[in-house]
């Protein structure tokens, strides 16, 4: 009774997957131990160190990204001073009023934008602020570094600073900028970092990056304006290797004490468990796919369960061939339901925001009589063309959000300009250019609208660079944006406008084949003649 017992029990350890990998595993421990140990040391050397020059690159385009935004920031502000009618009527006086107007407008721009230097000049370009700019060590007078309007960077006692010029309507001058150290400074505070970062105005061909003793030094390369400097980003990383060896020994350790007895047994025992779990790898493969049609609902061979001692035979694997057949079936189940549930929310999810914007676009129609349909005309035609040309239909979808949305920077444009009956007159016209960076500053940090934004944002700009507000030049601006100006040229000027009656078609084709190479990218020009012979419009 007691010798039956005794080979019941020895037989079901046999038969258990530990009981048939344990023997042969003894043998080839001290080889696996030393491959695994040089593996290993290497790997997480070079792991860290690419985790880090990721983590680096990161931070220095976060930083790019962040510069960029506040020169943005400049000629924003600089546009707000150079359009504020209380400063421009400042500047027509001298009196001790006007001069404490001046500098209080200043101030208040200078805070709310956080800038560094503001300077406001009268018609005879004499200083008419007295702040002192401690950041650009009390600079009296930049104006003979900016002889026109415009944006650059400048080196001004040892430091570069970016200035901003703009001429006031009736004579006068606003010049704002900021110090880019002192930018690096609040930058590297904002994103949390602890590292060296300054500039170097010798350029490298290429990002480049050195390891040296315990620092690491990454060097990007960037253009601000006509000028190109380079981002240095000095990081200390004595710390980082310290804690990355401390855990690789740690790991080692805990590797080499856990995995003893497991590695080599592994190769004896190869051929027994190889047919299993290569199925069922297979088979997660395909269910990690989400391959539901071809996954096999049996992971084990009927007839090498036949076989004594076979692996998968009544021992774990076999019990997690079924508990995963088991898996498999119920996931299916699940997965279909998602997948409908999914595409469900998804169509949903696009009707809401397809009603947002066509809302939107229909709230300025209310405020610009002018352009009334003109949006949705402009919208479907735009579609049309892109589908013709073969944008994919991804990339189309935010055509059209854009093409809804090319004029929402109206909104911010008083009506006194925007609903005026006659001609603009110059000063309404600069304020009236503007809906562009107003439509930006609206949309940028919308997610869903990020890949709209071109249209909206570069829609007067033109093939010669005359454009606004960047003044892009022929394929700097983006495609859609160059199908889309001919398409509202071309419905513009086939509707009545309170100040012109609408164009027959052949002189509107005329005006757009005259614009070929200046208003209008040539090669667009001519896909849309061939369209519109396709169209009945």
Avoid at 321 to 347: C, K, P, W
Avoid at 375 to 382: D, E, K, P, Q, S
């Amino acid at each position: 009774m007691n010798s039956s017992r005794k080979w019941s029990i020895s037989l079901r350890g046999a038969n258990s997957l530990f009981g048939k990998i344990l023997l042969p595993v003894i043998g080839f421990m001290l080889a696996s131990m030393v491959v695994t140990g040089l593996v290993f040391n290497n790997g997480i050397r070079a792991t860290s160190n690419r985790i880090l020059e990721q983590e680096v690159q990161s931070d220095n385009q976060k930083v790019i990204q962040s510069l960029g935004g506040r020169m943005q920031t400049v000629l924003a502000a600089s546009g707000i001073l150079a359009n504020d009618a209380v400063l421009k009527q400042a500047l027509e006086s001298s009196d001790t009023d006007s001069l404490s107007v001046l500098n209080s407008r200043a101030l208040v721009v200078s805070e709310r934008f956080e800038l560094d230097l503001v300077q406001i000049y009268d018609a005879s370009e004499a200083e008419r602020t007295n702040l002192e700019q401690s950041s650009l060590y009390k600079v009296s007078s930049v104006i003979g570094l900016i002889p026109n309007p415009g944006a650059n960077l400048f080196t001004i006692e040892g430091r570069l600073v970016y200035l901003s010029r703009e001429n006031i309507a009736g004579g006068g001058v606003i010049i704002v900028g900021i110090d880019l150290l002192s930018e690096l400074d609040r930058i590297a505070f904002q994103l949390g970092l602890r590292d060296s970062l300054s500039f170097e105005q010798n350029n490298p061909p290429s990002e480049t990056a050195s390891f040296i003793e315990n620092n690491y030094v990454l060097k990007t390369p960037f253009t601000i304006g006509t000028r190109s400097i380079t981002l240095v980003h000095d990081r200390n990383i004595a710390q980082i290797n310290q804690i990355a060896d401390s855990g690789r020994n740690l790991i080692l350790l805990i590797a080499s004490a856990t995995t003893l007895f497991l590695i080599i047994m592994m190769a004896l025992v190869l051929q027994g468990i190889v047919r299993p779990v290569r199925r069922l790898a297979a088979s997660a493969q395909q269910l990690a796919r989400a391959d539901f049609e071809s996954l096999s609902p049996h992971l084990l061979r009927p007839e090498d369960l036949e076989k004594p001692f076979w692996i998968g035979k009544n021992d774990e694997i076999g019990q997690l061939a079924d508990s995963f057949t088991h898996m498999s079936n119920e996931l299916s189940n699940i997965y279909h339901g998602l997948v409908y549930d999914l595409r469900q929310a998804n169509q949903e999810l696009s009707v809401a925001y397809d009603s947002a914007l066509q809302g939107w676009s229909s709230a300025l129609e209310l405020r610009d009589y002018d352009t009334e349909k003109h949006t949705n005309r402009v919208t479907a035609h735009l579609l049309s063309l892109a589908r013709y040309m073969g944008v994919p239909e991804d990339e189309i979808v935010h055509y059209r959000r854009g093409a809804l949305l090319h004029d929402v920077g109206k909104m911010a444009v008083p009506d006194s300009i925007l609903r005026k009956a006659g001609p603009l007159s110059d000063q309404e016209w600069e304020v009236m250019r503007q809906h562009p960076i107003y439509a930006y500053v609206m949309l940028r940090k919308i997610p869903f609208l990020q890949k709209a934004l071109d249209i909206p944002y570069c829609h007067h700009e033109k093939w010669d660079g005359s454009g606004y507000p960047r003044g892009l030049l022929k394929k700097q601006i983006p495609l859609s944006v160059r199908i889309f100006s001919i398409l509202d040229a071309w419905d513009a000027l086939r509707y009545d406008r309170p100040y012109r009656k609408a164009w027959p078609k052949e002189k509107v084709l005329e005006f757009i084949a005259e614009q070929s190479g200046k208003d209008f990218d040539p090669e667009v020009v001519n896909i849309f003649f061939a369209w519109i012979n396709t169209q009945n419009l």
